[in-house]
């Protein structure tokens, strides 16, 4: 006795269990490739982050006198922009 002739359902699910590995295999290696293009981007912002880093620090130490008036001028306006939000949301509760 031979073997039985393949249906029609057997040939069908033979090409799409093909077409299922292709497709793994093909995502597979587009998450390899994604892996690497991202690996390169993150190494060239860790790069750029720490230029900036020594840019930021050579111009504080550069401008030392002016960098102090300048923090100084932030804290200010930071604290009055911290009363103005307070005496904004007192005065909603008190409503």
Known sequence: MGRKPEGSAEKMFKKLG??????????????????????DNIEELKRNGETLKKGFHDLKENHKDQWEEVES????????????????FSKNKES
């Open 73 to 88: 001028s932030l804290k200010n306006a930071g604290e009055e922009l911290k009363n103005a939000f307070n005496a904004t």
């Open 18 to 39: 093909k077409k299922i590995d292709a497709l793994l295999i093909e995502l597979n290696e587009t998450k390899n490739q994604a892996k690497e293009e991202y690996a």
